[in-house]
T-cell receptor, first 116, second 114 residues
Framework: ETGVTQSPTHLIKTRGQQVTLRCSSQ?????VSWYQQALGQGPQFIFQ???????GRGNFPPRFSGLQFPNYSSELNVNALELDDSALYLC???????????????FGEGSRLTVL | QQQVKQSPQSLIVQKGGISIINCAYE??????FPWYQQFPGKGPALLIA?????SEKKEGRFTISFNKSAKQFSLHIMDSQPGDSATYFC?????????????FGTGTRLTIIP
């Protein structure tokens, strides 16, 4: 058990729709990051939040956005879904000190998104 | 640009044998190299990690060997067991900044046969 729970576990959307994925982290884990894992590939960094502010972003377009809340929960929102957005979306959290550095990264089991 | 290259893509090892997975990186600013284990339907879990100031780290049956000059590192699983069958990912990050994004390799599907 990593203490990171994600919902929903599976969902199907059609191209052009919008989706919100949710994550709940352990108490005290004030750094959360999101990764996209395409089938047969390694996870790719989308962005990271520390104390409710985005403090790092990977090579993903602005239609990927996020929120982090004071209760250690977070959201990943994807607008204007494309077929290539089909993937496993992983939330990961860590206890962080200044700037979110340090500590092991704990992953959730992911939300599998299929875009038709 | 793939900054971390991993091989082989798949590996079959007999029970009790040694499993070896290799990774190479390009960015010399990387200073943290973890290995993750992922079972089907689960998220990746940290297995073992190394910093570039040491050449080897061992934890139980798992060993990381690190070659800074060659920009390569590898995972060795000794006495491989069927329960080790999973997908393994190497990764790298720069810990000096607040944004510690992990750059992952493409993964190795390991199968341990009896």
């Amino acid at each position: 058990e990593t203490g990171v729970t994600q919902s929903p576990t599976h969902l199907i959307k059609t191209r052009g729709q919008q989706v919100t994925l949710r994550c709940s982290s352990q108490s005290g884990h004030n750094t959360v990051s999101w990764y996209q894992q395409a089938l047969g590939q390694g996870p790719q960094f989308i962005f990271q939040y520390y104390r409710e502010e985005e403090n790092g972003r990977g090579n993903f377009p602005p239609r990927f956005s996020g929120l982090q809340f004071p209760n250690y929960s977070s959201e990943l929102n994807v607008n204007a879904l494309e077929l290539d957005d089909s993937a496993l979306y992983l939330c990961a959290s860590r206890p962080g000190t200044s700037g979110g550095r340090g500590g092991e990264l704990f992953f959730g089991e992911g939300s599998r998104l299929t875009v038709l | 640009q793939q900054q971390v290259k991993q091989s082989p893509q798949s590996l079959i090892v007999q029970k009790g044998g040694i499993s070896i997975i290799n990774c190479a990186y390009e960015n010399t600013a990387f200073d943290y190299f973890p290995w993750y284990q992922q079972f089907p339907g689960k998220g990746p879990a940290l297995l073992i990690a190394i910093r570039p100031d040491v050449s080897e780290k061992k934890e139980g049956r798992f060993t990381i060997s690190f070659n800074k000059s060659a920009k390569q590192f590898s995972l060795h699983i000794m006495d491989s067991q069927p329960g080790d069958s999973a997908t393994y990912f190497c990764a790298a990050s720069i810990r000096g900044f607040g944004n510690e994004k992990l750059t992952f390799g493409t993964g190795t599907r390991l199968t341990i046969i009896p």
